[in-house]
């Protein structure tokens, strides 16, 4: 059946009364209920494309039917998604994969589900089809010109894709690097990527940002070009004002202390967003949340701190997107459970006594610090969640809905269970 907003007023009036009684109690444990619900209320996070189909690995792929075929349908599953949890706003669009042939078609689509279009990424990991030059080596890193201009162009193609659908930023990920010792002379290497990121930050417009995304590892795996946020940072200090640092999660060594990374980069100003997702051992993709939740959670206590103390506005000032992906979970429930995750997280830093941890900070009481924060942490902040939902007019149970109005096998008998969506 289609999802209609009678369902969800159907779904919300059977668990209004429950939801009610958990939300009084709440509100009368925390001092700012009402701030922090109308802050959830404008908090969007960016669904990436990519993410709607089944993922997969090396060795296998099992896809759960009804996939998104075509950048009209993952805006229609993004929809979906908004239409269940109101926070999934914006969709983040992966060229050449999501390239469209009508723009103003795929933009009436994104604005009737009343989306926006998130950064556009650029594709410099693969060849496409015919490719002249290949990336096997390296796109902007390149010891050959011709590769390098190849994928300079890709990224100005890029821009221009994202300026006609209204998009403000580009991310910047590369898998440039090297498998061995002695492959590559670091220094030029480094040199190479930074005279091809000039070349893109030259064309991008003036109300736009470039994120340099980081990462250690994969599929290089002895250097990394942009290996890590000190990397990310030369570039973007020498690029210029519209270049950021991207952070994404499962980018890092392990037990790298991201929140620390976070603090800093938000000081130099240089924090440019987030790719959120989990991971146990490296860039795993999992569902936002569901490995360290503490983790997400002091990551947001720093945002909230550093953002407040910049006067930064909180909806705006940052890129807020997912990164994952869904082997063995339906990929909608699986970004519903991380949207949740982020939420979470969020409203949970919010409630965070700021007066007190600073307070407590200056006197060196370390074990009251701690208590504060985990204070807010073990909070259960759900109902708050569920409550910018309601007034959103989505559901209280995003996933509950999904299941209970069968959204997935609707997918599944309009576009078929053999669908494979472009994309990982
Ligand atoms: C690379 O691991 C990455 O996180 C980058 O953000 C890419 O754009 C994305 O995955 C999808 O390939
Ligand atoms: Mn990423
Ligand atoms: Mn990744």
Same mark, same amino acid.
């Given at each position: ?35 922090? +619900? ?52 914006? +969709? ?11 723009? @103003? ?42 590769? /390098?201009?190849?994928?300079? &162009? ?84 020498? #690029? ?8 994404? #999660? ?33 860039? *795993? ?5 569901? +490995? ?8 947001? @206590? ?13 909806? &705006? ?9 869904? @082997? ?12 949740? =995750? ?10 965070? *006594? ?23 942490? /073990?909070?259960?902040?759900?109902? #708050?969640?569920?409550?910018? /939902? ?6 209280? =149970? ?27």
């Amino acid at each position: 059946m289609k999802l209609e907003n009678y369902h969800l007023e159907s779904h919300n009036s059977e668990r209004l009364a429950k939801h009610e009684r958990q939300l009084d109690f709440i509100t009368s444990e925390i001092s700012d209920a009402q701030s922090i +619900i109308q802050k959830l209320v404008d908090f969007q996070i960016a669904i990436p494309s990519w993410a709607l189909g089944t993922g997969g690995t090396r060795f296998g792929r099992f896809s759960s039917g009804g996939e998104p075929r075509n950048i009209e349908e993952k805006i229609e599953d993004v929809g979906l998604l908004h239409k269940l949890n109101g926070s999934s706003g914006a +969709i983040s669009l992966h060229i050449p994969w999501d390239t469209a042939d009508n723009t @103003n078609a795929i933009k009436a689509l994104a604005a009737q589900h009343g989306l926006r279009f998130d950064a556009m990424n650029s594709n410099t990991f693969q060849d496409q089809p015919d490719q002249a030059q290949s990336y096997k080596f390296g796109s902007l890193q390149h010891v050959d010109k011709a590769v /390098r201009k190849h994928a300079i &162009e890709h990224n100005i193609e890029v821009i221009r894709q994202g300026v006609e659908l209204g998009s403000k930023a580009l991310t910047v990920w590369l898998a440039d690097g090297s498998c061995f010792p002695g492959q590559l002379n670091f220094r030029k290497a480094f040199q190479n990527t930074l005279e091809s990121l000039r070349e893109i930050y030259a064309a991008l417009p003036n109300d736009w940002k470039i994120f340099v995304e980081y990462k250690a590892f994969e599929p290089n795996f002895y250097s990394t070009t942009v290996g890590d946020w000190g990397q990310s940072l030369l570039y973007a200090n020498k #690029l210029g004002p519209k270049a950021y640092t991207l952070v994404d #999660l499962g980018h890092h060594l392990p037990n790298a202390n991201i929140e620390q990374i976070v603090s800093l980069l938000l000081m130099e100003e240089k924090l440019g967003g987030f790719h959120f997702n989990d991971s146990k051992y490296g860039d *795993d993709d999992l569902t936002a949340g569901s +490995i360290k939740p503490y983790q997400l959670f002091l990551i947001f @206590n720093e945002l909230v701190e550093g953002m407040d103390a910049r006067g930064m506005d909180h909806r &705006e000032d940052l890129g807020w997107m997912i990164d994952a992906s869904h @082997n063995v979970k339906d990929p909608l429930e699986d970004l519903l459970q991380s949207v949740e =995750a982020i939420m979470i997280a969020y409203a949970q830093a919010l409630s965070v *006594d700021r007066v007190a941890l600073q307070d407590a900070q200056a006197i060196n009481d370390v074990a009251r610090c701690q208590e504060i924060l985990q204070q807010a942490f /073990r909070t259960d902040v759900r109902p #708050l969640v569920a409550e910018a /939902r309601l007034r959103t007019g989505a559901a209280l =149970a995003p996933l509950e809905a999904f299941r209970t109005f069968k959204v997935r096998q609707e997918l599944i008998s309009n576009r078929g269970s053999k669908t494979v969506a472009t994309g990982l």
